[in-house]
């Protein structure tokens, strides 16, 4: 089944004005994709067609990148998609743990949603945020120092509809759709809003400045 002629012609509209920003269309296909995963939560069969009518690529060739990225969904994603870092230090703080016992808790696996389509769990490499961890990610928005009991808890929150902001960034948490619609390029104007990552962050420099560490010359 193909987009509704409605669904179709906002989509076109939005497209053209991701596209007029790139000198050759095809540059374009990145932004296109995260634009038809806004609309049904995942790149779909009709996603891949539309791209690629868009852009004047093949079907193949837009299958072939949307498959390459992990931030490309192949099936419908939770509204809220809860991303675990499992990579050295997470998983070393903890992160291991509290993938283990979250997706017990929620009773889906890498890349599964909840029956509600509320919830979907993902396994996720390093975020570059490892002074916060162990590091969750929810619609790409951070949870820093989590425990096995707090991620559980957010994600009860999540299915409840209760609030929930992130440590850092917009207090609104976004849904999956609309945390796509940003990354196409058509910003939602909260960028700016919330605290930004400071404390551990800022502690190398301090030590430096303490002892007059300075950078080497080049």
């Not at 779909?44 to 390459?68: I, N, P, R, W, Y």
């Not at 990354?183 to 007059?212: F, H, M, Q, T, W």
């Amino acid at each position: 089944m193909s987009f509704s002629p409605e669904i179709r012609e906002r989509l076109e509209r939005d497209a053209k004005e991701i596209i007029g920003r790139y000198p050759k269309a095809r540059s374009a296909l990145l932004p296109l994709l995260h634009l038809v995963q806004s609309e049904e939560g995942y790149v779909s069969d009709d996603g891949h067609q539309f791209c690629a009518e868009m852009l004047g690529l093949s079907k193949a060739e837009v299958v072939g990148v949307s498959t390459f990225y992990t931030m490309y969904k192949r099936k419908p994603a939770g509204d809220f998609h809860v991303g675990v870092c499992i990579n050295s230090l997470c998983a070393v703080m903890g992160g291991d743990q509290i993938w283990d016992e979250l997706s017990e808790h929620v009773g889906v696996g890498h890349d599964e949603a909840t029956g509600d389509g509320k919830v979907s769990l993902e396994r996720i490499e390093c975020n570059a945020a490892c002074d916060f961890a162990p590091v969750m990610m929810v619609n790409w928005e951070f949870f820093d120092n989590q425990t096995p009991e707090s991620a559980k808890q957010l994600v009860d929150d999540l299915r409840d509809g209760k609030s929930v902001s992130p440590t850092r960034g917009p207090k609104k948490l976004c849904t999956f759709k609309e945390a796509s619609r940003v990354l196409a390029g058509l910003p939602d104007e909260l960028a700016g809003d919330g605290p930004s990552a400071a404390g551990a962050s800022l502690e190398g420099l301090k030590v430096a400045k303490a002892n007059g560490w300075k950078a080497p010359e080049a």
